[in-house]
T-cell receptor
């Protein structure tokens, strides 16, 4: 059974710091991995999608990596800003199409 | 591009009352559609998914049901709500062949 774990559960950093969010999954047979952002009371916004054959994806200050063999993904946020404060969720898509989510990392960037 | 609409945005219902949440999708045809629930302090749980009109698969046995009366409409229902049904309900569909999952704005349901 696929399980997705995100560490840490919460993170508080000062503005300007570079930071890394971690996601691990137990079964390497995934179709892709997706990182989302969720603001309080809002829906999920897709940040980055990494196909199982890819190693990383970049969008602006965000970089996501995938190491399928070790069951790990990281989301790197460069030069963090208060506007980056949100909950970040990772999810793996199984071959059958189902998405399995982690519990999320709640990020707070202090001005 | 695809747009997902959900209605209502918020809902407060008494225990034992019925429920109907609606999700409609624009900008795509014959999408796979998903209902997720996010309970307070917990991750997202897949409830139902549909690959076409009238085709519903249930992931979690419970007092909720889903229907897909039209290609781009997905409805989540209950005949009698429980306190444990409170949560944030999200509709989702993948974007074309990339299978990048997109989510609607969600419905906040509080059962009292």
């Amino acid at each position: 059974k696929q399980e997705v774990t995100q560490i840490p559960a919460a993170l508080s950093v000062p503005e300007g710091e570079n930071l890394v969010l971690n996601c691990s999954f137990t079964d390497s047979a995934i179709y892709n991995l997706q990182w989302f952002r969720q603001d309080p009371g809002k829906g999920l916004t897709s940040l980055l999608l990494i196909q199982s054959s890819q190693r990383e994806q970049t969008s602006g200050r965000l970089n996501a990596s995938l190491d399928k063999s070790s069951g790990r993904s990281t989301l790197y946020i460069a030069a963090s800003q208060p506007g980056d404060s949100a909950t970040y969720l990772c999810a793996v898509r199984l071959q059958g199409g189902k998405l399995i989510f982690g519990q999320g990392t709640e990020l707070s960037v202090k001005p | 591009s695809q747009t997902i609409h959900q209605w209502p945005a918020t809902l407060v219902q008494p225990v034992g009352s019925p429920l109907s949440l609606e999700c409609t999708v624009e900008g795509t045809s014959n999408p796979n559609l998903y209902w997720y629930r996010q309970a307070a302090g917990r991750g997202l749980q897949l409830l139902f998914y549909s690959v076409g009109i009238g085709q519903i698969s249930s992931e979690v046995p419970q007092n909720l049901s889903a229907s897909r009366p039209q290609d781009r409409q997905f409805i989540l229902s209950s005949k009698k709500l429980l306190l444990s049904d409170s949560g944030f309900y999200l509709c989702a569909c993948p974007r074309d062949s990339y299978n990048e999952q997109f989510f609607g704005p969600g419905t906040r349901l509080t059962v009292l």
